[in-house]
């Protein structure tokens, strides 16, 4: 089991910046990747940054160049700086976290969620 505790989230006005941070505390070690996502009202929940266990990230193009996924060196907290934000980037973002052991094979497991509102 892997739990997850989003926190940064709020009201920020377009073109500010804002930082989300992601902390996972249990199996840890089985963890193969971490990442955000979002889930603007009305729309699909959507992959917004990955970083695998080996550091490779992945970002959607709509956040390319504004905003960046990173970790600690104990690889249990990960952040997402989130620059130039825009109105469109409001939505409720979720910390992931892909799991794999040999017991019970891979796993999603899902933060509660933070709230970012970029007012115009």
């Known amino acids: 089991q892997v739990q997850l505790v989003e926190s940064g989230g709020g009201l920020v006005q377009a073109g500010r910046s804002m930082r989300l941070s992601c902390v996972a505390s249990?199996?840890?070690?089985?963890?193969?990747?971490m990442g955000w996502y979002r889930q603007a009202p009305g729309k699909q929940r959507e992959l917004v940054s990955r970083i695998t266990r080996g550091g490779s990230t992945n970002y959607a193009d709509s956040v390319k160049g504004r905003f960046s996924i990173s970790r600690d060196d104990t690889k249990t907290t990960v952040y997402l700086q989130m620059n130039s934000l825009k109105p469109e980037d409001t939505a409720v973002y979720y910390c992931?976290?892909?799991?794999?052991?040999?017991?019970?094979?891979?796993?999603?497991?899902w933060g509660r969620g933070t709230q970012v509102t970029v007012s115009s």
């Open positions: 992931n976290a892909d799991s794999f052991t040999f017991q019970s094979g891979r796993n999603d497991y």
């Open positions: 249990g199996s840890i070690g089985s963890i193969n990747a």
